[in-house]
């Protein structure tokens, strides 16, 4: 099994940056690729952006790419999402995944964290 925690949110005002992170254990992290969702109010979850095993690959939805940038560091167990130029749209509860497929489809991935909360404040 692999436990995943996410930290690093909180409330920050538009145009504002945020770094969150999410911590892995009970699995070689390496094997993992990763990626973080969010699920807005009243919405479905969404993906934002996802990362191979080695870093060497990333991939964003359009409505981050240029603002969020997914890293990771294997030697940690941890990847983070930087998140600049926030936007009230980008309120939501940001959750990180592991699985052993990279994908921008949330069912493919086998693990979950708890989430995490980012309000964005105009």
């Known amino acids: 099994q692999v436990q995943l925690v996410e930290s690093g949110g909180g409330l920050v005002q538009a145009g504002g940056s945020l770094r969150l992170s999410c911590v892995a254990s009970g699995r070689t992290f390496s094997s993992l690729h990763m990626g973080w969702f969010r699920q807005a109010p009243g919405k479905e979850r969404a993906f934002v952006a996802a990362i191979s095993r080695s870093g060497g690959n990333t991939y964003y939805a359009d409505s981050v790419k240029g603002r969020f940038t997914i890293s990771r560091d294997n030697a940690k167990n941890t990847v983070y999402l930087q998140m600049n130029s926030r936007r009230p749209t980008d309120t939501a509860v940001y959750y990180c995944?592991?699985?052993?497929?990279?994908?921008?489809?949330?069912?493919?991935?086998?693990?979950w964290g708890q989430g995490t909360q980012v309000t964005v404040s105009s």
């Open positions: 995944a592991g699985g052993t497929v990279v994908s921008t489809l949330g069912s493919q991935y086998n693990y």
